[in-house]
C-alpha cells in the first residue's frame, strides 16, 4: 500500500515583547485600579484579533502593581523567546502617561532609530499599544490621574548579545518590538525590518559608503577590508541582496560594498537577488561561461559543467591559476546589482573563500 505523505506541520505563532509587554500593563494597571491581583489578560493586538496572556506573577504594592509574562516566540527562533516581560504600573502626579524601559531594555544612544536618543528602546507600536491601553482603563473607571509604565526584562542584556542591538546603538538590553504583535515562525519581514534599521543608523552616523555581507563570517572579512570605516557602515544583509540594495538606494548611500563567498555570489553574479538556498539553484553553464572568458580550457570549462558546489568550482579554477575568473564573476555581480536599484550607486564586489582568502574584487561606478 502506497504511503500518503505526511502533510508539513504548521508552524506556531508566538507573540511579540511589545504584545507581552502591553498585556502585562493591563493586568498590572488592572490590579492598581482594583485591588484584585489577576491571573490572566485579553488584550487586542495590532494584528486584529485579541489574545489572552497567563501571567507569571502579578503583585499589588499599594502605590504599584507588578505583573510579568513570559514570552513566548511559537516556533520562530527568536533570542528573546523565553524572556520574563515585566511591567510595573503607579501612580504619578499630572494626567501624563509616561512610559520607560527598566533592567535589560536596551536604551538608544545612536540617531537614526523611529526612538529618539537617550530613550529606553520601545518601539513606537508598542509604546502606542502601552498608551492606548492605559488610556482605555483610565477612562473605563473614571480616573484622572496620570500612570508610569516601567517595563524590565531581567535578562534583557543577555539575550541582547545574540542581537543587532549594540552595532544599533542600543545598548544595556534588549528592544520592545513588533507591529503586529504576533511573531510569523521564520519571519522574512523581521529580517528585512532590522536590515532598514541598520542602513537607517549608517545614514544617521553620516555613513555614505556602506558594506554589506551575507552573514558574520563575510562581515568579519569586510571589516578587515575596509578597516577605515565606522562599524555602523557595516550591514549583514543575509539572503536579501536585492532589499539591501535598493534600501541603500532609496536612504541615500552613494557606495556600496558586496562582500561574500562564492555560493551565494555565484547566483547574484547571475541576476539571482534572493540568494537562500532554495531560492535557485547555482547555474553552473553561467559559471563555465564565465570560465570561459577568463581564459579557461575547453577542457576545465567541460568540468565545471558537472560540478557540484560554486566552491569546487572557484577550487578548480584556483588549481589551474585562472585568478581572473573571480573578478569577472565580480564584475557579474557588480552589473546585476546596478541593474536591480537602477544605477545611480557606485557598488564594488569583492569574494573570499570560506577561511578568509581573498579571491577577487571588481568595481562599477552607477550613471
Not at 250 to 279: D, E, I, P, T
Request: net charge negative.
Amino acid at each position: 500500500m502506497k504511503e500518503v505523505p505526511k502533510e508539513p506541520k504548521k508552524l506556531r505563532e508566538g507573540y511579540t515583547t511589545g504584545a507581552c509587554a502591553t498585556a502585562a500593563t493591563r493586568a498590572a494597571l488592572l490590579t492598581l485600579i482594583s485591588g484584585e491581583v489577576q491571573d490572566e489578560s485579553t488584550i487586542y493586538l495590532p494584528v486584529g484579533r485579541f489574545a489572552t496572556f497567563h501571567l507569571e506573577e502579578c503583585e499589588y504594592r499599594t502605590s504599584s502593581a507588578v505583573a510579568s509574562i513570559i514570552k513566548d516566540a511559537g516556533d520562530d527562533p527568536d533570542a528573546t523567546h523565553g524572556a520574563l516581560i515585566i511591567s510595573e504600573v503607579s501612580w504619578c502626579n499630572g494626567a501624563d502617561i509616561i512610559i520607560d524601559g527598566g533592567v535589560g531594555v536596551g536604551r538608544v544612544t545612536k540617531p537614526g532609530l523611529p526612538v529618539p536618543v537617550g530613550e529606553a528602546a520601545i518601539n513606537p507600536v508598542p509604546r502606542k499599544m502601552l498608551k492606548e491601553t492605559a488610556e482605555q482603563l483610565l477612562a473605563q473607571y473614571n480616573i484622572q490621574k496620570g500612570v508610569k509604565i516601567v517595563i524590565s526584562v531581567p535578562e534583557g542584556e543577555e539575550m541582547a548579545k545574540k542581537t543587532l542591538n549594540a552595532r544599533l546603538g542600543i545598548l544595556g538590553g534588549i528592544s520592545i518590538l513588533g507591529t503586529r504583535g504576533i511573531v510569523v515562525p521564520f519571519s522574512t519581514a523581521a529580517y528585512k525590518a532590522s536590515i532598514v534599521q541598520a542602513i537607517s543608523v549608517a545614514k544617521a552616523s553620516n555613513c555614505e559608503h556602506v558594506v554589506i555581507t551575507t552573514g558574520g563570517r563575510s562581515e568579519k572579512y569586510g571589516m578587515k577590508q575596509f578597516p577605515e570605516l565606522p562599524e555602523e557602515a557595516f550591514i549583514e544583509m543575509g539572503d536579501f541582496v536585492g532589499f539591501a540594495l535598493k534600501q541603500c538606494k532609496k536612504q541615500g548611500m552613494k557606495k556600496v560594498s558586496l562582500v561574500g563567498m562564492m555560493g551565494k555570489f555565484s547566483k547574484v553574479a547571475q541576476g539571482v537577488m534572493m540568494v537562500h538556498s532554495k531560492s535557485a539553484p547555482i547555474d553552473f553553464n553561467f559559471l563555465a561561461k564565465a570560465a570561459s572568458e577568463s581564459g579557461a580550457s575547453a577542457e576545465l570549462v567541460e568540468e565545471i559543467k558537472g560540478a557540484n558546489t560554486a566552491s569546487q568550482v572557484g577550487d578548480l579554477m584556483t588549481q589551474s591559476g585562472h585568478h581572473q575568473f573571480f573578478e569577472k564573476l565580480c564584475e557579474y555581480c557588480c552589473l546585476s546589482a546596478l541593474k536591480e536599484v537602477g544605477d545611480g550607486i557606485d557598488v564594488d564586489t569583492s569574494l573570499y573563500t570560506l577561511k578568509g582568502d581573498f579571491l577577487g574584487q571588481a568595481v562599477q561606478h552607477g550613471n
